[in-house]
């Protein structure tokens, strides 16, 4: 697909929820709200996007309290889906769900769940040797983030195609 003389290039970003609280036992799993150290993941990945400059055309989000925290913790101006299929979404429904994706979205935001969410990720990406894939693959805390460049539309998503542009975790963005 041609976008001004050059193929497309969209960026998927698949965040992981931040850290849940486990205060309250007598909570469903759906319902469980953030901890303080997942609200303070949260401001620290707004900072994060902030500085960077990075912006969203559309989130897709799973219906989980601490998913749903987690976004109003970054405080971003896009359009956001509330999805319950992506509540511990397993990799082929999150592909599922991501060939849904409004087309127009060029920069797409997921939050969503292990073990899908880390599972998915490593199936996506292309790469295995390089450094943030390495680390990716060892461990997919709450609040990490990899972001991905996609050389195809959403429709034509596959497992794969993905090249891996960076993996952060919360630890690392402390201020």
């Given amino acids: 697909m041609a976008h001004n003389g050059r193929a497309m290039t ?87 769900i991501l060939r849904a994706a409004p087309e127009q979205a060029e920069r797409l935001l997921v939050i969503g769940h292990n073990p899908g969410l880390h599972d998915f990720a490593l199936l996506l990406c292309a790469t295995r040797g390089d450094e943030p894939a390495r680390r990716m693959a060892e461990s997919y805390p709450t609040g990490a983030l990899a972001q991905f460049e996609v050389d195809r539309p959403w429709t034509r998503l596959e497992l794969g195609c993905g090249k891996l542009t960076g993996f952060v975790t919360p630890r690392e963005l402390k201020d």
């Fill in 10 to 96: 969209r960026q998927l970003y698949l965040l992981r929820h931040a850290k849940s609280s486990w205060d309250e036992p007598d909570l469903s799993d759906h319902d469980r709200p953030l901890a303080k150290r997942g609200r303070k993941a949260g401001a620290l990945l707004r900072k994060f996007f902030k500085a960077r400059s990075i912006r969203f055309d559309a989130i897709l989000v799973s219906s989980a309290k601490r998913a749903q925290e987690t976004l109003a913790a970054l405080e971003l101006d896009a359009p956001a889906e509330t999805l319950p299929a992506l509540y511990h979404a397993a990799p082929d429904a999150i592909l599922d």
